[in-house]
């Protein structure tokens, strides 16, 4: 086979695939990134408890600003509740879905 046939083959399969256990260390990887998610989650919950916090006495006190800005952390904390907690089913999906492509 020509070098540059090699190339063109090589540009459609460059036969990597994942594999579990290739590096060391990945356990204490897997154990920093669930601990990160973690860190991330209590955060989200103080940001929830807080802007819920501020969108009701923003409601209370006649300040439709901090009401409008409470409406909006607690919107974005939701949010941010949802991309922490999906973020292994999307992650995995999104590679399942990658594997298939030819």
Request: hydrophobic share 50%.
């Amino acid at each position: 086979m020509s070098v540059s046939g090699r190339v063109a083959h090589l540009a459609f399969d460059p036969g990597i695939k994942p594999a579990a256990g290739g590096l060391p260390g990945l356990d204490v990887l897997k154990d920093v990134v669930s601990s990160i998610n973690l860190f991330g989650i209590v955060a989200v919950v103080g940001a929830l408890a807080v802007s819920l916090g501020v969108w009701a006495w923003g409601h209370h006190s006649g300040g439709h600003q901090a009401e409008s800005t409470g409406k909006k952390g607690a919107l974005v904390s939701a949010g941010a509740a949802l991309g922490l907690g999906a973020a292994n089913g999307v992650v995995e999906f999104f590679s399942n879905l990658g594997t298939q492509v030819n």
